[in-house]
Structures are given as structure tokens and as C-alpha cells.
T-cell receptor, first 114, second 112 residues
Framework: KAGVTQTPRYLIKTRGQQVTLSCSPI?????VSWYQQTPGQGLQFLFE???????NKGNFPGRFSGRQFSNSRSEMNVSTLELGDSALYLC?????????????FGPGTRLTVL | QKEVEQDPGPLSVPEGAIVSLNCTYS??????FMWYRQYSRKGPELLMY????GNKEDGRFTAQVDKSSKYISLFIRDSQPSDSATYLC????????????FGTGTRLKVLA
């Protein structure tokens, strides 16, 4: 079974631009969660989508948004980029059924904002 | 204060040593506790999962949860250079949020 894939793997943008990241979950998984990972803050939860609906949201500003398509693929968008948005963005997929559900992570997209 | 605290390390040990990695937390609603391993330039992979207090063993790895002290540990026996990675603890509760809270990770280096 193919794992979680994320594209692109690396991205360089400048302040003020916007960016869209993509995540393809494991086949059959309906939940996709997004996380931001930085050296100082670690992994921070952005949001979770299940069956095309945002089910949970972390404490990030509205510049961070996402969506999920009917095939469970998900995109994350960051508008008006700031230097502090430089991070590794990880998505994780799971069946979405209960707290014991295992999250499987993709390799991440490394975003650098100049 | 962060909900989950984890010593960032780095922690360097000789091959064969017993490694102890720890996290403390403040939210008593956490019921599910996980340990992830993350190699450089890779996403985290689940190592161990435990529910509530107690121990769980899987090969060279033992996860321990002490809910009364709000403290969890991961022990690695007979550590190998291939265990060199960042170890992240994660927790979730029963409120139906399906949201994991992660520690910042401890970088471990096992020296051959």
C-alpha cells in the first residue's frame, strides 16, 4: 500500500506571497491532519479534515486554510506569507475512526519564506 | 506553560546503553499516549501506543505511563546506532477532538 505523499517537497517563497501544499493520503483513509513543525515549537496541529469537512482546528491565524476533496486528497493554503511561516509542513492520514486510530505521516513539505 | 513538555536533548549514548526518554503533561484529559520516531528529512513514524496508565513492551522498546504524575517514558534497551533519531511524544484526549498534542522532540544519538 502506498504511503502518504506530499507535494512539493521543497518550496521557496517571498513574504506576501501565497502557497498551496498538497497531500494524498493512504488509500482508504478519510482523515487528513496538517501540522507545522519548527525547531522551537515542535509539531503544532493546524487542522483536520474528515470526509471533506473540517473537523478540528488548531490555534493558527486565518491565513492558514485547507480543504479536502471527495477522493480524500487535501490541500493547505497559506496566504500573505510571513518569515515565521518557514517550517516543515506535515500531513498525516488515518481512517478517522476514534482516538486509537493511527496517524501515518508523509515526508513533509519544507517551506522557506525569504 | 506548554501542555506537553519534552527535553529537547541532544542525548548521546554509547551503543548498547539503555535510553530513557520522557515527557510531562498538564492536561488530565489525555488518555492516549504515543511515541513517534523521526529520522532526518522524514515524517514521524509511530513506534508505540498506550492507553491510560501502565507499561507496554514491543521488542527493545517499553512505553510507560504514570497518569497520577502526568509523566510518560519510553525506554530503549540495547540501543543501536540505527536508533539515532528524534523521538516525539504525542497525546490525545477523549473529548472527540481527534487532535494530537506533540512534545517538541528529543534528539538521540547512539554512538557506535
Amino acid at each position: 500500500k502506498a504511503g502518504v505523499t506530499q507535494t512539493p517537497r521543497y518550496l521557496i517563497k517571498t513574504r506576501g506571497q501565497q502557497v498551496t501544499l498538497s497531500c494524498s493520503p493512504i488509500s482508504g483513509h478519510r482523515s487528513v491532519s496538517w501540522y507545522q513543525q519548527t525547531p522551537g515549537q515542535g509539531l503544532q496541529f493546524l487542522f483536520e479534515y474528515f470526509s471533506e469537512t473540517q473537523r478540528n482546528k488548531g490555534n493558527f491565524p486565518g491565513r492558514f486554510s485547507g480543504r479536502q476533496f471527495s477522493n480524500s486528497r487535501s490541500e493547505m493554503n497559506v496566504s500573505t506569507l510571513e518569515l515565521g511561516d518557514s517550517a516543515l509542513y506535515l500531513c498525516a492520514s488515518s481512517t478517522g475512526q476514534g482516538h486509537t486510530d493511527t496517524q501515518y505521516f508523509g515526508p513533509g513539505t519544507r517551506l522557506t519564506v525569504l | 506553560q506548554k501542555e506537553v513538555e519534552q527535553d529537547p536533548g541532544p542525548l548521546s549514548v554509547p551503543e548498547g546503553a539503555i535510553v530513557s526518554l520522557n515527557c510531562t503533561y498538564s492536561n488530565s484529559a489525555f488518555q492516549y499516549f504515543m511515541w513517534y520516531r523521526q529520522y532526518s528529512r522524514k515524517g514521524p513514524e509511530l513506534l508505540m501506543y498506550t492507553y491510560s496508565s501502565g507499561n507496554k513492551e514491543d521488542g527493545r522498546f517499553t512505553a510507560q505511563v504514570d497518569k497520577s504524575s502526568k509523566y510518560i517514558s519510553l525506554f530503549i534497551r540495547d540501543s543501536q546506532p540505527s536508533d539515532s533519531a528524534t523521538y516525539l511524544c504525542a497525546m490525545s484526549g477523549t473529548s472527540g477532538t481527534y487532535k494530537y498534542i506533540f512534545g517538541t522532540g528529543t534528539r538521540l544519538k547512539v554512538l557506535a
